[in-house]
């Protein structure tokens, strides 16, 4: 026991992570980011980034979450780039501040790019095992490394950690309830006298999409300008090589809520010990007994995947016994003759009350320990991201603390308020992950949490759109940012920074407004007489967007377009000098080899005085008119060559000398 | 029991208010009413602070963020559960934010009778030097408050009394003497003042000397410097002016003295000889007494100012009306923001539910029940209330 001791202080791994959800996916990353050297155990690396229900990424307040994670240089915003088959930004007319980006995701694809990213060289220090942790390993009541039940290749079965990260008690696909190790972990949390609770989720039937009929059911195709959700993908490569699909919408009928009450009327409805399941995402069965008098609610279709023969119907999960369940599916327009491929069902799961935790996500009763996901009462891949993200930076900070000779704490020594306390702690002002994280430690939740932007009291200022601007400043001071993010983050703000400037700066008129039908944008002002405004306060005045405001997709054109424009301004002077050039009325126009004979015969009969004129007569075509001005500026050039000549071709033999010496270079 | 001295203190100022607060027993406006009520000197500050004590400004205050909270739940849920809420939800709440807004609204413009009762109405005495404004003063304070001397400019400061006039409570302000031919810089800074006394009184009492004449002249000057006051809108210059025509013992008394000049009521005193003092000052308690209790009606708007009478809980502070404002502004943005024939031109939801949110937020201040946190340490420290 002695040697076990000494050996905890120099642990085989900074972080060790327990669990391979979307929670531990993103907490055995960060830590790996910000610097520490990390095992991720997992029962099954094949399950990593996995989607262990609904198909899909991101979502009203979800959005939010996935874009924060990504100014923190997070995996799901990249793998679900990576992974998507639709687009939607939801709430698009309701205000940028909560609209919300989604994308359907292909299972298989998303689960690829997870582990594409975790085996990426940013996270070169993460070593993925599988393996079970059955109990931590304490020391003076800290938590000082798991006890595995088998020992992995090359690693000790007595895992000693700086930090463990507990992210299990995952429920996982197929009903499982938990895992043994999660249920010895439970206990352990419980024999430690950590405040445990009962939650319910649950989740629809799988349909077999071959038996659905779409036809006569609404369509919802992929939005044609995807929004993507890391700011490092390039909007305009979306949708290059890309598979889309629709997803689609019905409802369900009387019928199926007839079908429904009866089952639950004959007592069909399986018992559960805890009440405690989302309002947010309410079963088929709560939905009818709620809101019986509704005559139907939405049922989303949503493909699993390209190559999946499975559709996801999300807004009706279910736990009726699987003929109900196939009464029910048929009973909903366009499934008539849907065929179940695997039955909906509910289960329990435990969760720890988050106010045993610290801001830091760390056990009060067990320090050391931090605890991320589902096991905190959240439901949802985003949200359970999210907190992965914060428990492994802080995981990282708290190693880091307790060795600073090692490290130099980050304690006091940052610009960041958030980082002052020795942990990231990101505040409700600061981001959705924050007002997460408060409402879970501070208040607890009595039924899963999910994200929703009304819980955000500063919503208008925590935007998807400026998430990077908010958080990765952050993320690049505590370290978990890398530094093609930062590059990229300082050149997007500069550009920023100079369209802002010429927002700010330019005035228009009342009458360049108007111009453009935006007169109105003075109304109710008190100025009287030459009004003008700055672009940038006509964009307060209700209706006026940056696409109405012509300027600005002028200042986007010319940019743009520069090298075009620059090509074209070249010309374009130069048609202005030969203009002016003068044309003898008594030119020969024979003498202009390759002019057509119909250009011949107007030009003759026009007898224009200078280029200018020859190029406003009706019918002469522009080849015409460059041909002459050939002729024209070729004996201009002639008699000036007859005074300067010789110097001139002096000149250009020296330039060609130069340019073919730099051509060498 | 321990009765261990080391387990026992004395509360601190105003702790078991401060308790009662904290535990939700009281609200912010309660507690104010409780402070009102302990530093009350005049009958009708006692009746205003108790029905503040009692909760009838919480009950209103209260009913009106609940309805802003349920138009923001409506609100609230088109956003974050659009693909179930649709817009007609949101549609729904502007008649609703609209009759809000109206009755806020109507609360408002109740001609600060609360803050008066609470504070006391401030009473203006200007005029020409040596007309007697601080013998009038002296007279209504039956105390010699103020210096008075023959020599005009005697008064070169302004000089405040606080009075309690048949239950009204009453800041009466003495003023330096307004004339033009001086250079005296102390005495053009004190007439500055006269002028801002009198634009900001609730009341302004001119004092002429009527042996001198140029009554009228006067008269015009002070309308002219109350021109645009807020204390004003309601009831408009006129009423709240009141003219003495002082010194009527040097004048002959064959003299026919004026009894109005432009609706101006104007009382002929002696106020060395305590000569027609009570009439004047029973007309200053008439007027105030329908200003501060709304009966009656002074103004054109009969029917508002009796329905603003009696059971309707006042505005008693500033800081009630400041945030009261701010809720009204919030809610009229909204109003614009949501309605006109164009909903391309229409506020996107989420920066109109902001102002929903704000408006609540401003009332919730009101009453502490959120963000009270920066407002109380001032109620508590300002007075001391409650043991």
Redesign the interface.
Known sequence: MRAHTTRAFSPLYDVVVIGGGHAGCEAAAAAARTGASVALLTHNIASIGAMSCNPSIGGIGKGHLVREIDALDGVMPRAADDAAIQFRTLNASRGIAVRGPRAQCDRNLYAKAVRHILRSSQHRSLTITEGSAEKFTLSDGRVTGVQLASSPKGIPADLRAGAVMFMGSKTEMGGRRGDISAVGIADALRLNGLKLGRMKTGTPPRIYADSINFEGIKEEPSDANPVPFSFLTEPSSMLVGRKLVSCFQTRTSIATHDIIREAMAAGLSPEYHSDNAPRYCPSLEAKVSRFGDRDGHVVWLEPEGLDSNLIYPAGISMSLPEQVQQRVINSIPGMKKGKIAIPGYAVEYDYVDPTELRPNLECHRLPGLFLAGQINGTTGYEEAAAQGVLAGINATMHVWDSHPDQHGALHGMSNFDCLTDGYLRLGRGDAYIGVLLDDLTRLGTAEPYRMLTSRAEFRISLRPDNADRRLTPIGREVGCVTRERWESYKKKQRIVEDARNVLRKTKASRVDFGRVGLERVFDGCKRRGNESMYLGDALLRSGVSLQAVEWVAHLEAELQYKPHIERQRVEVDKLRRDEGLKVSKEFDYRRVRGLSLEDFEKLSKEKPQSLGEAGRISGVTPAGILLLRAHVRRQLGKRKGKRKGKEEREVMQMKDEKLLWLGHV | MHSDASTVRPAERGEFTRRAFENGRMDLTSVEGLADLISAETALQRKQALRQLGGEMRDLLEGWRAEIKSCLAHA?A???????VDDDAFEAIVPRVSDLLMKMKGHLNDGHRGEIVRGGARVAIVGQPNAGKSTLLNALAQRPAAIVSPQAGTTRDVVEVHLDLNGLAVVVSDTAGLRQDTADPIEIEGMKRARQAASNADITILVHDASQGGMETAIESISMDRRGSENDMETGTHANIICVANKIDLIPDSFESKTTVRDIPIFSTSLVNNDGLSELTTHLENLLKVRLEGSGGVGKDGERSSKAQGSIPVITRARHRHHMTLAVEALSVFME?RTGD?P????????AT?EL?IAAKEIGSITGIIHVEEVLDVVFSEFCIGK
């Open positions: 609230e088109v956003i974050d559960f659009g693909d179930d923001g164009n391309s031109l229409y506020l996107p939801m989420d920066i902001e949110r």
